[in-house]
């Protein structure tokens, strides 16, 4: 795309872009900055129309060096200063921009790409807090019981479609697949600890027990009564027959408690 000529900011607007898909999928957003910025969106090189030359040392190619083809790019068109705002591998060229050119960068946008090194340190925090929590419920409980997340799974509601034409993106499917996609994310977490949580468990002698998890959050730990009905928000739980209300987290948690040593009576070690 070539720069616009309106400006009426102080500082101009580098748009960069990644691969072959983006400008079918960021064109229209560099359209609308354009009404009010200039506009500039280059290839890295060795993508699209920039140039491709040869990698004679890894260096030609390393973030560093794009970095530093759109600071040069950007004073070539007169623009000292600038907001640079990066997708997918252009983000991570946008960052390291950003800590190359610090007088040059004035605003920074990340889009679509995970942040590598945070990444590592979430996860590192994550499994620690994972351990800890595992181990405190193995030192306080002789009996653990939790949701069976293979059951669960297996009811998950309507799976995110991937789209043919762009892999990597998602078509649209409502907001049940988004919860689908959010719900096995926080799964993937939950299934980490439970690897934890059984291995310790196992060692120091307690019982982990994986309970069905149909039912649990609608049925009444006072009278037994289960019934869509029982949960009139995410939150709530009051039974229609029998008017216990509770957290339905609460209710959730009792039931599963309840149904392990049901299970652990049916199913002999
Ligand atoms: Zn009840």
């Known amino acids: ?35 009010e910025h200039t506009v500039i969106c280059p290839d890295l090189r060795g993508y699209g129309a ?38 997918d591998r252009g983000a991570l060229v946008a960052f390291r ?52 997340l293979r059951i669960r799974n297996m009811l998950r509601s309507p799976a995110p479609k991937p789209n043919p034409e762009q892999p990597g993106s998602l078509l649209p499917n409502g907001a049940a697949a988004k919860a689908g996609l959010n719900r096995s994310l926080s799964d993937a977490g939950w299934g980490v600890f439970l690897t934890i949580l059984h291995a310790k468990a196992e060692s120091a002698g307690r019982d982990v027990i994986a309970v069905d998890p149909r039912n649990t ?12 009905e029982n949960r009139p928000t995410q939150e709530k739980f009051h039974c229609v027959g029998c008017g216990h209300q509770a957290h339905a987290d609460i209710v959730g948690a009792s039931n599963v408690l309840r149904a392990g040593p049901a299970r652990r009576q049916a199913q002999p070690a």
């Open 217 to 228: 959050s609608r049925t009444c730990p006072e009278c037994g009564h289960a019934a869509a």
């Open 97 to 148: 921009a950003g800590l190359d050119h610090p007088e040059t960068i004035t605003h920074l946008g990340i889009l679509d790409v995970v942040p590598t090194l945070d990444m590592g340190k979430v996860r590192r925090q994550r499994l620690d807090h994972a351990h800890k929590t595992a181990l405190g419920l193995v030192r306080d409980h002789d009996l653990i019981a939790h949701e069976d």
């Open 50 to 87: 920039s140039d491709k030359p040869a990698a004679t040392d890894p260096g030609v190619y390393a973030k560093r060096a794009m970095a530093a083809d759109i600071v040069t790019l950007a004073a070539a068109l007169g623009h000292e200063r600038f907001a640079l705002v990066g997708h």
């Open 1 to 35: 795309m070539a720069p616009r000529a309106r400006d009426p900011s102080p500082g101009g607007r580098v748009f960069r872009s990644g691969g072959e898909v983006s400008p079918r999928r960021w064109g229209h957003v560099a359209e609308r900055l354009a009404d």
